[in-house]
């Protein structure tokens, strides 16, 4: 726990890694993946993929969504999308994952910024100009406020999107991926993003 408290409090790393709250009067936050280990009222206990072991007090508007698996060909044009991409010997982005965001979540986090998923990855929040299917892979054009890039999509890359969630979603042995604060020093749930039935939220 001291090494995700250190992390928090670091002000460049909510920078780089915050950028859906730059704008708000919030506590810097940043998200931790893992495993949900048990639930005891509002403190999850949660193993972190690097090992450690967290406890997490959900705050008064903590919120779920399930994240869930659909197909490649539910990616539209005019799509709003979220890709984490790692750049390939050529320095093209290729994707990790891809979110299909739900109408209502048009514009979230739009742009595209450094990402924490393995070293040196990214995300794009854009909107889907073009996508062509190549064989069983395919490759998006993206456009958001800033600008546009290309994206390959290998056909084994997970296709996600999200629905809001409840309380029967926290039990022992879930995937989640979870928004974290400091506060009066405990880690205090913002957010909870988990998979059911042991899908792991890929981004």
Known sequence: MRKLLTIILLSNFLSVFSPLFSHAQVPPTVRVRGTITGI????????ERSGEKLRIQMSEKFTIQEVYPIQMSEIQSNSYIGTATLPNKSGELVALEVLVFPESMRGVGEGHYPWDLEPGSYMTNATVSQFVKIGESGKLQLKYKDGEKTVLVPKDVPIVTFRPGSNSLL????QALIVVSQQDGKIMGVRATIGKD?????M
């Not at 005891?40 to 193993?47: A, V, Y």
């Not at 039990?171 to 879930?174: C, D, G, H, I």
């Not at 042991?198 to 890929?202: D, I």
């Open 40 to 47: 005891d009222g509002q403190t999850i206990f949660f193993s």
């Open 198 to 202: 042991g899908f792991k939220p890929p």
């Open 171 to 174: 039990v022992p042995n879930a």
